[in-house]
């Protein structure tokens, strides 16, 4: 599986679009892009993924570059409640499941 | 619900012994995962088992084992040689041959008396 590069921290003020970024620059054409959120002592939330179209949710917004290398997820709306860490990762969807890593992520502090 | 459950939630282990971190899921996913979390930092893979009695060596595997007798269990065992167990572990299920996401439990918190 391809590796991710995130920031490991980005402040938002509450109310704003909340942009994290995302590099997987080694992302091969059958790996999807996946986003999950941690709080503090939870288990990792799902939030959205993709291969290469745009995708939206009730949660937020995946944008993919066209050659794939790059990702961002946008929080439209931020809360005081979105403040968490943010994982980013990219995955086969096959039959053999295989490792399932993930990096340190970036954490997320939503200001008032 | 459907979903992943880890206990017990938190856990304490004496110096030389070994413990085990229960991992059930009832969502009929093949593959299952063990990662541990250190305080400020992300997820480790420390094994993975995409079919029953079949596993694999994740990142961190020495001083750890598992087993996966049953599609629903993937019980963690932290043995005495692991020196530094102290963490947050964290199990993940998931449904092979599609794109869907992993699901977590809500974790274990294991320290040393």
């Known amino acids: 599986d391809a590796k991710t590069t995130q920031p490991p921290s980005m402040d938002c003020a509450e109310g704003r679009a909340a942009n994290l970024p995302c590099n997987h620059s080694t992302i091969s054409g059958n790996e999807y892009v996946y986003w999950y959120r941690q709080i503090h002592s939870q288990g990792p939330q799902y939030i959205i993924h993709?291969?290469?179209n745009n995708e939206t949710n009730e949660m937020a917004s995946l944008i993919i570059t066209e050659d794939r290398k790059s990702s961002t997820l946008i929080l439209p709306h931020a809360t005081l409640r979105d403040t968490a860490v943010y994982y980013c990762i990219v995955r086969v969807a096959n039959t053999n499941a295989g490792k399932s890593t993930f990096g340190d992520g970036t954490t997320l502090t939503v200001k008032p | 619900d459907g979903g992943i459950t880890q206990s017990p939630k938190y856990l304490f282990r004496k110096e030389g012994q070994n413990v085990t971190l229960s991992c059930e899921q009832n969502?009929?996913?093949?593959?299952m995962y063990w990662y541990r979390q250190d305080p400020g930092q992300g997820l480790r893979l420390i094994y993975y088992?995409?079919?029953?009695?079949?596993?694999q060596k994740g990142d961190i595997a020495e001083g750890y084992s598992v087993s996966r007798e049953k599609k629903e269990s993937f019980p963690l065992t932290v043995t005495s040689a692991q020196k530094n167990p102290t963490a947050f572990y964290l199990c993940a299920s998931l449904r092979t041959g599609s794109n869907q996401p992993q699901h977590f439990g809500d974790g274990t918190r294991l320290s040393i008396l």
């Open positions: 088992s995409q079919i029953v009695n079949d596993f």
């Open positions: 993709g291969l290469k």
């Open positions: 969502l009929n996913h093949d593959a």
